[in-house]
């Protein structure tokens, strides 16, 4: 008789503590990347086996997630509880305690495994503040049927004189066939990643060991110069609306012979459900100018927990979940080794099957390694960052000399100009941020 008040006050507890559990929504915002939509159709495999969660999928354009996020963050909006960022931000928002630092990914997740280089770039005096996706440098992808119909071969480490030669030779406008595509869509992320990268080859800097800018640089102009003849002569049209995604599908179709761009490109232009050249898909590193710097960049998208979610604990599950070794397993049984997210773990280069499905890992995990954020110019410059500058000020100055070099490539301006535009401004926001006097 006794016992049925107790039972029922167990079950009563035991349900309302499931139907609090139930009510955990986690919002998530992303990027419209390929990895990122490949991960959103299998999260079953974690609601499942977290039955109290639910997901809001917030998935955005590169540029628009950046301002997004970097706006919530800053206004502490709590949007969203777990964030897609990248390098740049990460140890930026951690000093402004803006982010969760993940101390509880769980004993199986094997924080030491992750690639020094990765890693390194999301800590803050030795703690993780974001867990990686996915890594990348940027490499050379080319088509091995042009070059060969050509007469040319690739070279593993190749020049931007081979590259500005190639490109021209094997353009053929009249069937769509462009030499080369590379990004034009204004952006710091966008085509300031690619050309930001680009001129630290050509011995170009943003800024001296005084963070003068230095945009009325020889090196600047043979960088833009070089950019903008290469792509008259041999880009596809509109090019400087061109960003990641829009190269992506121009390769996968048919329409380029070489694409410089991010690693992790190689398994969507390799793979034979999506790319009609999958099977002509070379690699090569990306170029250089005989200084001693290559044109390749170090990033990795990764997930972070805003200071300001209130669902802290299952955020990190997630995250956990997302970034884990048995979630590269995961997509291997569903996509093929081939298709899991690159750049982010020492096991996934040591692995055989992916070493055997994936033709791109050893150029892929060179270019990681080849990238050295504390020393991405020729010549000494007071910042850490290879194809962006790790100050809070470079969102904004990146976009706005972003915006200036597009419309250079669209013809609205000269190089000249536009060079002379971008050191104005930037000289003029690194004067209110007290960098010059």
Known sequence: MTLRPVLLGVCTALLLGSSAYAQTKLTIATVNNGDMIRMQKLT????SKNPGVTLDW??????????????DIATKG?????????TYEVPIWAKQDWLVPLDNLGDNYDVDDLLPAIRGGLSLDGKLYAAPFYGESSMVMYRKDLFEKAGLEMPDA???????????????KDNEVYGVCLRG????GENMAFL?????SFGARWFDDKWQPQFNSDEWKATLTTYIDLMNDAGPPGASSNGFNENLALFQSGKCG???DATVAA??????KDSTVADQVGFALAPDNGLGKRGNWLWAWSLAIPAGSQKQEAAEKFIAWATSKTYAELVASKEGWANVPPGTRKSLYDNPKYQEAASFAKMTLESINAADPNNPTVDPVPYVGVQFVAIPEFQGIGTAVGQQFSAALAGNVTPEQALQNAQQLTEREMTKGGYIK
């Open 78 to 86: 709590g949007q969203y509880d777990i964030m897609t960022i990248g």
């Open 58 to 71: 917030v998935t955005m354009e590169e540029n628009v997630l950046r301002q997004k996020v970097t706006t």
């Open 258 to 260: 070489m694409w410089i």
């Open 196 to 200: 930001t990268a680009m001129s630290n």
């Open 158 to 172: 190749p020049t931007w004189d081979f590259i500005g030669e190639a490109a021209r030779k094997i353009t053929d």
């Open 44 to 47: 079953d495999d974690f609601t």
């Open 185 to 188: 869509k204004a952006g710091w």
């Open 267 to 272: 398994s969507f232009v390799t793979n034979p």
